[in-house]
């Protein structure tokens, strides 16, 4: 198994949440993050010296999934995210170790 967290503009939630399901995703959790990457130090550089970017509204995405489906979900995430703009985001792979649904107790795939 495997977790994918998916930081992206919350402009692109819905267009991203709908590709989603049609890939077959049956659930993912989504937080309100605030946060700063490459963009930052590029911002300031092309503005001044003393300007400072704060902290961007994000969404990030994290969805659990077999160790099969994840190439094409990583795929699908890019073809409706990808902008080639600073700020598209990012797509992170952690590997799941043991998952567990607390209404039956199913473990391990069958629990996602």
């Known amino acids: 198994m495997k977790l994918i967290k998916c930081i992206l503009p919350e402009k692109k939630l819905d267009k991203v949440k709908e590709t989603l399901l049609r890939q077959g995703v049956q659930g993912m959790t989504v937080y309100e993050v605030r946060g700063f990457g490459v963009h930052r130090s590029q911002l ?13 509204p994000q969404v990030m995405l994290e969805i659990v999934l077999t160790d099969d489906k994840v190439g094409d979900i990583v795929k699908a995430l ?7 703009q600073l700020g598209d985001g ?6 799941v170790e043991e ?3 607390l209404r039956t107790g199913e473990r391990g795939d069958a629990a996602i």
């Open 44 to 56: 300031e550089q092309k503005i001044s010296r003393n300007y400072v970017v704060e902290f961007l």
């Open 78 to 84: 890019m073809s409706v995210s990808r902008t080639g």
């Open 90 to 95: 990012k797509i992170f792979v952690v590997p």
């Open 99 to 101: 998952a567990v649904r």
